[in-house]
């Protein structure tokens, strides 16, 4: 009985296949397809052929570009085009680094003249910053 009901979920399964068949990339968890900017599905090949130019060279010669940057899915998001070269930035650690910057509350108006966002992320989840403590 178990058997064939287990045949019976591998033919349905088949027929009814929950991955979606596609030469892309695409993330289980959003379902974001990726673009031509990801390819941490080459990334082994990048770090080798990264590692082949360092070898022979002294430390003060040895210069890595971004074309050789592993890029994945999660970086599409938080990646902004700077001189026409992708640059993966983290909201959380910029928030952070422009709040140790501040002289004064005034500042901050001037610091966040040019927003990437319509609001500050880090402000809105409880990643970034933490619940203060109620004292009675």
Known sequence: M???DLKKFLIWLK????????EELISLFSGIIAD???NCDSAENLG?????????KKIADVTLRRKVQVFTLADMENTTLIDTNPVVF??????HRIARVLRSADDLEGCLQHEWAPYIRSLFDDVALRAGRRRF
């Open 2 to 4: 178990i058997r064939e």
């Open 15 to 22: 027929l009814h296949s929950p991955f979606y068949q596609s």
């Open 90 to 95: 983290n909201p959380n650690q910029l928030l």
């Open 48 to 56: 080798e052929n990264a590692a082949k130019a360092i070898v022979g």
């Open 36 to 38: 031509d900017r990801v």
